[in-house]
């Protein structure tokens, strides 16, 4: 069949599918069989290649702020849209882009990949540049191991073309380097010696009694026998970062909750400086960061009577570990709601790898989700009152607005229980759609 | 309740650095936590590959990591193991989940083909299998009751002819998802699959690891029992779920 005729067969099914209600990858499925390698050629035609961005936390909000950055400085962007990060789902994603000549407007891919399905994407398609955020554990129940998650990674950086983007401060990640094969280019992003007590490795994670606390769990190398990086984060203020851009000291606004997502927001502009090249304008793309907005579930702040109320997405130690040290509890109200949906995973275990010691001053007021007594039990045992345990997410939510006084409200929320809550706000509200 | 005035109760953790992936942690966590509503004083000492081994320890428990951890592992519990299998001998009380459960066997063929000897506290046999046995698990013990949990190993794990096991599977895989069998148990050591955490869903074996410990001393646990209110709430929420 002609190449023509098979695309417009593929966005044939797209309209359709839409029609019913199908699903995002149907009309790519629909592709993939009649012409497999459709999504490697037209990939293969942007003049800037394509930028796969991988890892267990931040692969959402990084992949916004790089595709942000890069439209910023003129660049046309294609992207996949969350949820559909398959080869099929880009696919999809491509014919919905195409004009009825079939061109892809677009200068450069930029796409959010999970491990698995990145190894099996790069097969088809070499990307230019990859961006690899970090290993941590997470959804060990579907992939296995923490081990095998970094082999997936190390494959991604293998079919990298010319440049990976690496966290310098990730041991698993940052030793990929030195697999790589003579011609591959290396990038770090990294954290000055001060903030890395703050981003702990698994690895650190529990010795013993000991909390992980500055100066104390870092017996690693300092920076200054570490590889030099074009991005580093050096400090975190209230409302400002200070960035080192390839030795130059900038400041920038970033306006997102937490460290970890001002962190992401470094590994963009590096990822970003890579695909930009000489043509980057760093002032320009500094300033830019200081209106990127979260992305879903990365502490998107809706305003319920008159109070604002922010939900924060947890789906591991790491994260919600960081999650918790990026606020002072006691000037929030805090409720956590935990599933075990598939899509969060069934295991719960991982709430015993986090601490929740910062929460003792201020208390619980409402544990939630399927799991609500997991958690009460989990926050019992490090001595953390919890105002009600409430399962059903509707009963809670309206608890906890009523209890919070006149205090900012935050939930910590596995994914199925944000996108419950969500559900219940909007009929309360005005919440964006997805 | 105990005089405080005894010497903490000195529970070791084997191999947190290599070997605390599936929320073990928690099981050491609610050790201390009850002990201490139980009256006691507590202290915590960690042996990693190369320390010391720790003297006078009452009580024992280590978990699950990576094969590159288990290694590790697998080459220091053989200098360790005579100073072990003594406090087997004595009646110390271990749990040994997943990994080191593994380790306290004879053997563990891994996925690769290698074979890492174990130390013989329990008579089985482990071999990695191709597929994960992964989900939420319901196991019933005779002395210990129904204990819940969640498994995720590739590990089959045969029982020799003489060896107890911990418990029988009620729902889920257990040692190999044939048998039926979930576990072992040789004196006051307990080995299981089970995470998730074991000890936290399940203070039953949390207290007789404890009570254990204290029979070594001479003395008992309170009869005055713990509210465990949020235990069995969990507990009951837990049996109900999903594979
Ligand atoms: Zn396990």
């Known amino acids: 069949m002609s190449r023509p005729l098979v695309r417009l067969l593929g966005q044939g099914v797209r309209w359709a599918s839409s029609l019913r209600g199908g699903g995002s990858a ?30 267990t936390n931040g692969k959402t909000t990084t992949t916004k702020m790089t595709v942000q950055l890069l439209r910023s400085q003129g660049l046309r962007v294609f992207t996949n849209r969350t949820g559909s990060n398959f080869v099929r789902g880009v696919a999809a994603s491509l014919l919905a882009e195409m004009d009825a000549f079939g061109r892809l407007d677009a200068d450069v891919a930029v796409l959010e990949l999970d491990e698995a399905h990145a190894v099996h994407f790069v097969k088809q398609v070499r990307p230019r540049i990859c961006l690899l955020l970090n290993v941590m554990r997470d959804q060990l129940d579907r992939f296995g191991e923490i081990d095998t998650t970094r082999r997936m990674l190390r494959q991604v950086a293998l079919a990298t073309t010319e440049t990976v983007v690496l966290n310098r401060e990730d041991p698993r990640i940052a030793g990929l380097a030195e697999d790589l094969p003579a011609g591959t280019g290396v990038s770090w992003f990294g954290l000055s010696d001060a903030l890395r007590p703050m981003f702990p490795s698994d690895d650190d994670m529990r ?47 970033v306006d997102l909750y937490g460290v970890y997502n001002q962190y992401n927001a470094a590994a963009a502009l590096a990822a970003s400086l890579q695909v930009l090249g000489d043509d980057a304008d760093v002032p320009a793309l500094v300033a830019e960061l200081g209106s990127v907005t979260p992305a879903f579930g990365r502490g998107e702040t809706i305003t319920v009577e008159d109070k604002p109320l922010q939900l924060l997405l947890v789906k591991n130690p790491a994260g919600f570990r960081l999650s918790l040290a990026s606020a002072s509890a006691q000037d929030y109200a805090t409720m956590i709601a935990i599933n075990d949906q598939y899509a969060d995973g069934r295991d719960v275990s991982w709430l015993w790898d986090v601490d929740f010691d910062s929460l003792r001053a201020g208390g619980v007021d409402v544990v939630s989700g399927v799991r609500a007594w997991d958690m009460a039990l989990r926050l019992d045992y490090d001595l953390v009152r919890v105002g009600t345990v409430e399962p059903e997410l509707e009963d809670a939510l309206k608890q906890f607005i009523a209890q919070s006084g006149e205090r900012p409200m935050r939930i910590f929320c596995t994914y199925t229980a944000m996108l419950s809550l969500r559900k219940i706000l909007g009929g309360m509200t005005h919440v964006a759609a997805i | 309740m105990v005089e405080n005035t005894a010497a ?22 609610t050790l201390k936590r009850r002990a201490e509503r139980h009256g006691l004083a507590v202290e915590i000492v960690d042996h990693n590959p190369g320390d010391p081994w720790p003297e006078h320890a009452e009580l024992f428990v280590g978990g699950g990591g990576q094969d590159s951890g288990q290694f590790r592992v697998a080459e220091d519990l053989q200098a360790v193991a005579p100073r072990l299998l003594d406090a087997v001998e004595r009646g110390v009380p271990m749990l040994a989940i997943c990994g080191l459960y593994q380790l306290f066997g004879r053997s563990f063929r891994t996925g690769a083909g290698e074979t890492l000897p ?78 998730g955490s074991l000890l936290p869903k399940n203070p039953r074996v949390a207290d007789f690891l404890l009570s254990r410990a204290l029979e070594l001393r001479g003395e008992s646990l309170p009869a005055a029992p713990l509210d465990d209110t949020l235990a069995e709430r969990a507990r009951d929420v837990a049996a109900s779920r999903p594979r």
């Open chain 2, 118 to 195: 174990g130390i013989g506290i329990f008579d089985l046999e482990t071999v990695g299998g191709a597929e994960r046995l992964i989900g939420n698990i319901v196991t019933e013990s005779p002395e210990l009751g129904t204990i819940v949990g969640y498994e995720n190993h590739s590990g089959l794990t045969h029982l020799g002819a003489g060896q107890e096991p911990l418990a029988t599977v009620v729902s889920g895989a257990g040692n190999n998802g044939e048998d039926g069998t979930e576990g072992a148990r040789t004196r006051n050591v307990l080995g299981s699959y089970l995470h």
């Open chain 1, 26 to 55: 149907f009309p790519g499925l629909f592709m993939e069989k009649l012409h497999p390698g459709f999504v490697a050629e037209e990939l293969a035609k942007l003049p800037r290649g394509v930028v796969v961005i991988s890892g």
């Open chain 1, 207 to 253: 010795d013993g009694l000991r909390q992980v606390d500055p100066g104390e769990q870092d017996s690693q190398v300092p920076s200054t026998q570490r590889p030099d990086a074009d991005v580093v984060l050096r400090a975190v203020n209230a409302r400002t970062v200070e960035l080192e851009v390839r030795g130059a000291a900038h400041e920038a606004t």
């Open chain 2, 8 to 29: 903490p109760l000195r529970i070791v953790q084997l191999y947190p650095r290599d070997m605390n992936i599936y929320g073990d942690w928690g099981n050491t966590l």
